[in-house]
C-alpha cells in the first residue's frame, strides 16, 4: 500500500476514457494493489472521493467515502468507504444545481458546475455483485463528477464560461452561489 501521486490537468490520461474492469480482474493482486493505494491516496488528501485515472490507473474504479453530519461539507448523509467497479450514471430528473467544485487534479481552483441533482448509480461491488444507489442533491453532483473521471472529463469542461473558474482565495470575495464541493 502507498499513497501516490495524483496526476493533474494536462495529464493526458486525465483525458482517457478509462477501460471497463472485467470480473475476473476483480479478486487479482494488481486491482487489489490499485484499490489500496486509491484509500491511501484518499486518506492522505484527506478528501470524499478519487477515481482510478486520478492516480494514473485508466480503469473504471472509484471510491468515495463521506463523513456524515454537519461536516465541511455542510449537512449531507455519510457514506462509509465504498468501491465503485465499472459504475453507469443514470438521471433520473433533469433539474440541474450548481456548486463551486474542487478536484484534487485541479488543485487551487473551483469551478461553479451546475449538474442534475436526481440520480441512480449502477455498480458492481469488489465481488463483482451489482448494486444501485439513488442519489440526490450534494451527493448526486458528488457522484457525477468523480465518474466523469472515468470518462476522461474534468468538472472545468463542463464551465459554462470562465467567469465560473476561480481561485481558492478569490471564492469568498464573491456572492456565493452554493456551497463548494471540495477535493474530489
Ligand atoms: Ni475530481
Not at 7 to 21: E, Y
Not at 30 to 59: C, F, K, W, Y
Not at 87 to 107: H, I, K, M, N, T
Not at 141 to 167: A, I, N
Request: glycine share 10%; charged share 20%.
Amino acid at each position: 500500500m502507498a499513497i501516490r501521486e495524483i496526476i493533474r490537468m494536462g495529464h493526458p490520461t486525465l483525458c482517457q476514457v478509462a477501460r471497463l474492469l472485467q470480473p475476473h480482474e476483480l479478486s487479482g493482486e494488481p486491482v487489489r494493489e490499485l484499490l489500496a493505494d486509491m484509500v491511501d491516496t484518499l486518506h492522505h488528501a484527506g478528501a470524499i472521493g478519487l477515481a482510478a485515472p486520478q492516480i494514473n490507473a485508466s480503469v473504471r474504479l472509484a471510491i468515495i467515502e463521506i463523513p456524515g453530519g454537519n461536516s465541511r461539507y455542510g449537512e449531507i448523509p455519510a457514506m462509509p468507504l465504498t468501491v465503485f467497479v465499472n459504475p453507469e450514471v443514470q438521471l433520473l430528473d433533469g433539474e440541474l444545481a450548481g456548486y463551486w467544485e474542487g478536484c484534487l487534479s485541479v488543485p487551487g481552483l473551483r469551478g461553479f458546475v451546475e449538474r442534475p441533482q436526481h440520480a441512480r448509480v449502477h455498480a458492481l461491488d469488489l465481488q463483482g455483485n451489482a448494486f444501485e444507489l439513488e442519489l440526490k442533491g450534494f451527493l448526486a453532483t458528488v457522484f457525477q463528477h468523480e465518474f466523469d473521471h472515468l470518462d476522461g472529463r474534468l468538472c472545468v469542461d463542463r464551465l459554462k464560461d470562465s467567469s465560473l473558474l476561480v481561485y481558492e482565495d478569490m471564492l469568498a470575495e464573491l456572492p456565493g452561489p452554493g456551497p463548494a464541493v471540495l477535493d474530489d
